[in-house]
């Protein structure tokens, strides 16, 4: 049988080179031999047999067989593609993308795929949506996204229903429609989409396309916190520490504010060391909360900051430092934050961690005064008594700077 095989594909007949690629690639009736088999393959490929040349394509790309050259890769793709080969298709559409043996070229890219997509292929039908929706490789366009979103998922492409969920719940490419974007939402999360999930959670916590329904939030909210959601480990924090939908549970709360903290969620870092700093759901440990404060305020979040700024003025859970005091306080402060801006000034009064400097005290502690922290106001005005009218004009100045320079821009009409 074998014998007549290689007789007949010598013979030129091109099934049996086909043939003949297969079974030395697979070893089937034979010992395996890539080499051998990327030789039959050739050979049907000459003869413009299309599976021929993707397979011949698929060994010059990953080098089985042959030496890797992904020039030689995209040639024989292409023919198979103009074939109408869908893996070809994808595979030379991916090297354009990607820039692999041929230029980078994401129109041509994106001509392949749409081939296949046409074909109807879900995959690519929602590949083809997400370049749509972004203008990658075509002119964005966010109807033509919304159409290709929806021909993937009403084949259940997960990814392909929870875009459609988003077009309609943000107008995008359609007209805006909360419950159509409830229901796609839907499915996509009932096959497993956390994304898909946490927003149902956050619709039905919220009441929007739905009815308010804080224990079917939960529901939601949990089945993307397992699944490793950051943001629902966070609302889990939240619900059980708050009871909404859930019994109050504050050590529940710190273990969900934990999952998502050591995934850098700042928001869920200042939580937990809030959590470890008044004993709240967690044993009180000053030293485990400076290090989730530190981690949340690198991140710029502004309360972790003037907190951590606090703790090292006063030395709880680290060695006291003023100076180290005043660089977050500063960070806090230059963000606009009312309490940390008054820190600042206090410690340019006092002299904390920083050169006496009635300048910059007057400075912060007038911007913490107009940002609504009352405190500011009896200093700043005990401070002007012992200023010269240079120094408090300086320091107006310097103020009407720091707030021009945070000014949203704006262009002339």
Same mark, same amino acid.
């Given at each position: 049988?074998?014998?007549?095989?290689?007789?007949?594909?010598?013979?030129?007949?091109?099934?049996?080179?086909?043939?003949?690629?297969?079974?030395?690639?697979?070893?089937? +009736?034979?010992?395996?031999?890539?080499?051998?088999?990327?030789?039959? !393959?050739?050979k049907a490929a000459e003869q413009g047999h299309a599976e021929a040349q993707f397979f011949l394509g698929s060994y010059y790309y990953n080098g089985e067989g042959v030496a890797e050259d992904k020039p030689e890769a995209a040639k024989w793709f292409r023919k198979a593609a103009e074939q109408g080969h869908t893996a070809a298709q994808y595979f030379l559409g991916r090297q354009y993308f990607n820039g692999e043996g041929v230029v980078a070229d994401t129109t041509e890219a994106i001509k392949w795929y749409r081939k296949i997509a046409e074909q109807g292929d879900a995959e690519i039908q929602c590949t083809l949506g997400l370049c749509y929706k972004v203008g990658e490789g075509v002119v964005a366009d966010k109807a033509e996204a919304a159409q290709w979103f929806r021909r993937a998922a009403?084949?259940?492409?997960?990814?392909?229903? *929870?875009?459609?969920?988003?077009?309609?719940?943000?107008?995008?490419?359609?007209?805006?429609?909360?419950?159509?974007? =409830?229901?796609?939402?839907?499915?996509?999360?009932?096959?497993?989409?956390?994304?898909?999930? *946490? %927003?149902?959670?956050?619709?039905?916590?919220?009441?929007?396309?739905?009815?308010?329904?804080?224990?079917?939030?939960?529901?939601? !909210?949990?089945?993307?916190?397992?699944?490793?959601?950051?943001?629902?480990?966070?609302?889990?924090?939240? =619900?059980?520490?708050?009871?909404?939908?859930?019994? @109050?549970?504050?050590?529940? @709360?710190?273990?969900?504010?934990?999952?998502?903290?050591?995934?850098?969620?700042?928001?869920?870092?200042?939580?937990?060391?809030?959590?470890?700093?008044? +004993?709240?759901?967690? =044993?009180?440990? %000053?030293?485990?909360?400076?290090?989730?404060?530190?981690?949340?305020?690198?991140?710029?979040?502004?309360?972790?900051?003037?907190?951590?700024?606090?703790?090292?003025?006063?030395?709880?859970?680290?060695?006291?430092?003023?100076?180290?005091?005043?660089?977050?306080?500063?960070?806090?402060?230059?963000?606009?934050?009312?309490?940390?801006?008054?820190?600042?000034?206090?410690?340019?009064?006092?002299?904390?961690?920083?050169?006496?400097?009635?300048?910059?005290?007057?400075?912060?502690?007038?911007?913490?005064?107009? @940002?609504?922290?009352?405190?500011?106001?009896? =200093?700043?005005?005990?401070?002007?008594?012992?200023?010269?009218?240079?120094?408090?004009?300086?320091?107006?100045?310097?103020?009407?700077?720091?707030? *021009?320079?945070?000014?949203?821009?704006?262009?002339? %009409?």
């Amino acid at each position: 049988m074998l014998i007549e095989k290689i007789k007949v594909a010598e013979q030129g007949q091109v099934e049996a080179q086909f043939s003949l690629g297969v079974c030395y690639g697979k070893g089937i +009736g034979m010992t395996a031999d890539q080499a051998e088999s990327a030789k039959w !393959f050739r050979k049907a490929a000459e003869q413009g047999h299309a599976e021929a040349q993707f397979f011949l394509g698929s060994y010059y790309y990953n080098g089985e067989g042959v030496a890797e050259d992904k020039p030689e890769a995209a040639k024989w793709f292409r023919k198979a593609a103009e074939q109408g080969h869908t893996a070809a298709q994808y595979f030379l559409g991916r090297q354009y993308f990607n820039g692999e043996g041929v230029v980078a070229d994401t129109t041509e890219a994106i001509k392949w795929y749409r081939k296949i997509a046409e074909q109807g292929d879900a995959e690519i039908q929602c590949t083809l949506g997400l370049c749509y929706k972004v203008g990658e490789g075509v002119v964005a366009d966010k109807a033509e996204a919304a159409q290709w979103f929806r021909r993937a998922a009403e084949q259940g492409h997960i990814e392909a229903q *929870f875009q459609l969920a988003q077009c309609y719940y943000d107008g995008t490419g359609v007209i805006i429609d909360k419950a159509e974007a =409830i229901r796609w939402a839907r499915k996509a999360a009932e096959q497993g989409h956390p994304e898909a999930q *946490f %927003n149902l959670g956050v619709s039905y916590s919220q009441g929007d396309g739905v009815l308010q329904d804080k224990v079917e939030a939960a529901k939601w !909210f949990r089945k993307a916190a397992e699944q490793g959601d950051a943001a629902a480990q966070y609302k889990l924090g939240w =619900i059980y520490y708050k009871g909404e939908g859930v019994a @109050s549970d504050k050590a529940e @709360s710190a273990q969900w504010y934990r999952k998502a903290a050591e995934q850098g969620h700042a928001e869920a870092q200042w939580f937990l060391g809030s959590y470890y700093f008044t +004993g709240v759901g967690v =044993i009180k440990d %000053n030293a485990e909360a400076a290090k989730w404060y530190r981690k949340a305020a690198e991140q710029g979040h502004v309360d972790a900051q003037r907190f951590l700024g606090s703790i090292y003025s006063l030395g709880a859970g680290v060695i006291a430092d003023k100076t180290e005091a005043v660089l977050w306080f500063r960070k806090a402060a230059e963000q606009g934050d009312a309490r940390a801006q008054y820190d600042l000034g206090n410690c340019y009064y006092k002299g904390e961690g920083v050169i006496e400097d009635f300048v910059a005290a007057y400075k912060w502690l007038f911007l913490a005064e107009t @940002s609504g922290d009352e405190r500011a106001g009896g =200093i700043r005005a005990k401070m002007a008594e012992e200023m010269t009218s240079e120094q408090i004009s300086e320091a107006e100045a310097q103020v009407k700077t720091w707030q *021009f320079e945070r000014e949203p821009s704006s262009t002339p %009409n």
